[in-house]
């Protein structure tokens, strides 16, 4: 949600960034659920619908950082990088792991908690670091349309 604010992005387009993380997530974790073709059936879906969420953050949401200011602008760019390498890597762990076999539990456990704390304490110190990008996203601007790919 940091990046939709950041962006300037409608209600409207949070609640669908929202649901689509959802699907995204959901469909990864029944991934990792049953075994055999169902089981990867469900990680290619999670796959799939991490493909607009990338293209949201690479274009949509980029040209609408823009739009807010060059403080938003600049923070975007940092956080979408971040965002999308350590997002990326998630089903690249899940696919070594669960079914490459070729990646130890205790080595996936230990990935997982680097991608995690990666994920959520040096994205919430970026933006939190980058008050003014925060200060230009909310004051004076006023989120415009859709803006979203789904």
Request: glycine letters at 8%.
């Amino acid at each position: 949600m940091g990046l939709v604010v950041l962006c300037g992005m409608s209600t409207w387009v949070a609640f669908m960034w929202s649901i689509v993380e959802i699907l995204m997530m959901l469909a990864g974790l029944a991934g990792g659920l049953p075994t055999g073709s169902a089981s990867l059936f469900m990680w290619i879906l999670g796959c799939f619908f991490f493909r607009p969420v990338v293209y949201d953050l690479a274009v949509t949401f980029r040209v609408k950082a823009k739009a807010v200011g060059e403080a938003a602008s600049a923070c975007y760019e940092k956080l979408f990088l971040l965002t999308v390498v350590l997002w990326t890597a998630y089903p690249v762990v899940f696919y070594f792991a669960e079914y490459a076999n070729v990646l130890p539990t205790t080595a996936e456990i230990g990935t997982y908690m680097v991608l995690d704390v990666t994920a959520k304490c040096v994205f919430g110190l970026i933006l939190l670091t980058n008050r003014d990008s925060l200060e230009q996203a909310t004051s004076g601007y006023a989120p415009v349309g859709n803006g979203m790919t789904v």
